[in-house]
C-alpha cells in the first residue's frame, strides 16, 4: 500500500505563518500584561482572541479567511501543536509539586476541591433547569442540558492555574501547592461528569459507563503510586550516567506523553495523564532536576504561549453586541463565580486554614480557562449548545481567568512565606535555571 502523501505546499506555509504570528502576538501580549502587572496567560489568551473571529476575522475577514481557512487539516495542524504544548506544560508544572506537602495536606485539598465542585455544579444544573427554552437546542433533553450547565459551571482549567501560578511566581508556595493539588481534584471529577454527561446527551448513559469510569479512575492513580513510580525512578538512575543532558530531557519527554496517552485511551483528558508524569518525574529522588532546566525553559517560553493562543482563535465575542446573549452571560459569570468561589472558600474555612488563604484559593480555584472552552466544545459538538450558550460559556472561561491575578496579588500579599516555602523555592530555582526570573521571595514575579 503506498505511503500517505506529505502535507501539500501551500498548507505547510499557512502552518508555519500562524505559528509564527500567533507565538509574536503571545510574547508580545504576554510581556504586556506582564507590565501592567498581570501574567503572561492574560496576554497570550488574548492573541487568540485578536486573531479568531472577534478582532481580525470581524475587522479583515479576508485576510482572516486566508490566514485562518476553516478547513479541518489545516486548523488540525494547529491543535496539534497546540495539544502538545498542553501536554508539556502540565507535566513541567507536575514536576513542581511538593508531594510531601500534597501527602500531608491531602485532607485539605480534597475537603477544598468537593467544595469548590458541588456547589457550582448545584448552583450550575438549577440555572440550567429553569433557563428559558429559547437557549435550549431543537429538541435537546432538558435534564442533559441542565446537567452540562453544571459541569460547565463547576471545572477548573488546571493549566491555566498552572500558567497563573508560575508566571505570579507562587507554585512554590504552600498555598500554590495546595490549589495545584485542589484543581486536580476538580479536574478529575469534571472530566468523568463530562464524559456521563455527554453520553446522556448522545446515546444515554447506564450505570455500567458510570462504574468502568471510576474503576479506570482508580487504576490509573494505583499504577501511578505502585508500577510506575519505581520504574521511572530507576530510568533516570541510568539517564544520571550519561554526562549529557539529553537522554534525561527525553526520557521526561517520554514518561509525559504515555502517561497523557494512557489517561486519554481511558477516556479521561490528557492533560490528566501529564499531570500524573509529572509528579511521578517530580518525585523520582534520582531526577537531577537541573538537568531539565532546558526542556521547561522552551516549554514555557515557547510550546505554552502557543498553546494559550490557539485555544482563543474559536471565540468570537461579536455576538455579544445582543442584549439577550449579553444579559445571560452576566447571570451566567454570577452563577460561575459566586458558586465556585463560596465552595473554595468555605471548603478551606473547614480545613482551618485563615482568611487570605482561604480567598487566595477561591481566587486561583476560579480561573476555567482552557478547560472550560474544551467542555463548550464538547457541548457544541455533541448538540448540547448552540453559536449562543458556547459563546457565553467561553466568555465566563476568559472573564474568571483575568480574575484570578488580582485577587491571588491582594490575599498573598497578607500571607507571610515560611522557611519551608523558601527552601522549596530554591530546590525549584535549578529545575527552572540559572536565568529565571523568579524570586522565591516574591509573589508576583
Not at 500567533?22 to 503572561?40: E, I, N, Q, T
Not at 495545584?180 to 472530566?191: E, I, K, R
Not at 521511572?232 to 509525559?256: D, H, K, M, W
Not at 516555602?421 to 523568579?438: C, D, I, K, N, T
Request: charged letters at 10%; hydrophobic letters at 55%; one cysteine or more.
Amino acid at each position: 500500500m503506498a505511503p500517505p502523501p506529505s502535507i501539500a505546499a501551500h498548507a505547510l506555509l499557512v502552518f508555519l505563518l500562524q505559528v509564527g504570528l500567533l507565538l509574536s502576538a503571545a510574547l508580545l501580549l504576554g510581556r504586556l500584561a506582564h507590565r501592567f502587572g498581570m501574567p503572561a496567560v492574560v496576554g497570550e489568551l488574548c492573541a487568540g482572541v485578536f486573531f479568531g473571529p472577534t478582532v481580525l476575522g470581524h475587522l479583515a475577514p479576508d485576510v482572516s479567511a486566508w490566514l485562518l481557512p476553516r478547513t479541518a487539516a489545516q486548523f488540525h495542524l494547529l491543535d496539534a501543536i497546540g495539544q502538545i504544548g498542553v501536554v508539556l506544560f502540565v507535566g513541567v508544572t507536575g514536576i513542581e509539586v511538593d508531594f510531601g506537602l500534597v501527602r500531608r495536606k491531602g485532607t485539605v485539598a480534597l475537603r477544598v476541591g468537593f467544595a469548590g465542585l458541588v456547589i457550582p455544579l448545584a448552583a450550575g444544573v438549577v440555572a440550567g433547569l429553569v433557563a428559558p427554552r429559547s437557549l435550549l437546542t431543537g429538541s435537546m433533553n432538558r435534564e442533559a442540558f441542565a446537567l452540562f450547565v453544571g459541569v460547565a459551571m463547576c471545572v477548573s482549567a488546571l493549566p491555566v492555574i498552572a500558567k497563573t501560578l508560575s508566571d505570579m511566581n507562587l507554585l512554590h508556595r504552600n498555598i500554590g501547592q495546595l490549589t495545584m493539588a485542589a484543581g486536580v481534584v476538580d479536574d478529575v471529577a469534571g472530566w468523568l461528569l463530562l464524559s456521563i454527561v455527554s453520553a446522556m446527551a448522545t446515546s444515554g448513559v447506564h450505570g455500567g459507563t458510570v462504574v468502568s469510569s471510576v474503576v479506570l479512575l482508580a487504576i490509573a492513580v494505583l499504577v501511578t503510586a505502585t508500577v510506575a513510580r519505581p520504574l521511572v525512578r530507576g530510568v533516570f538512575g541510568r539517564c544520571q550516567r550519561s554526562p549529557e543532558n539529553g537522554p534525561t530531557i527525553a526520557t521526561a519527554v517520554l514518561v509525559i506523553v504515555l502517561s497523557a496517552a494512557a489517561t486519554q485511551a481511558m477516556g479521561f483528558e490528557a492533560a490528566f495523564g501529564a499531570f500524573l508524569g509529572g509528579l511521578l518525574i517530580g518525585s523520582a529522588n534520582t531526577a537531577d532536576l537541573s538537568r531539565l532546566a532546558p526542556l521547561r525553559a522552551v516549554v514555557v517560553s515557547v510550546f505554552a504561549p502557543l498553546f494559550f493562543a490557539t485555544a482563543g482563535l474559536r471565540v468570537d465575542l461579536t455576538i455579544l453586541t445582543r442584549t439577550v446573549p449579553l444579559l445571560t452571560s452576566v447571570v451566567a459569570l454570577l452563577i460561575a463565580v459566586a458558586g465556585k468561589f463560596a465552595g473554595a472558600y468555605l471548603g478551606a474555612l473547614a480545613s482551618k486554614l485563615t482568611r487570605w488563604e482561604a480567598l487566595a484559593l477561591a481566587g486561583g480555584m476560579n480561573a476555567r480557562g482552557v478547560i472550560q472552552i474544551v467542555v463548550a466544545t464538547v457541548g457544541l459538538r455533541v448538540g448540547v449548545l448552540d453559536t449562543t450558550t458556547y459563546t457565553i460559556v467561553i466568555l465566563v472561561a476568559i472573564t474568571t481567568s483575568l480574575m484570578a491575578p488580582p485577587i491571588l496579588r491582594r490575599a498573598m500579599s497578607r500571607i507571610l512565606p515560611t522557611e519551608e516555602e523558601a527552601e522549596r523555592g530554591r530546590a525549584l530555582a535549578v529545575f527552572r535555571g540559572p536565568h529565571s526570573s523568579a524570586n522565591p521571595g516574591s509573589e508576583a514575579a
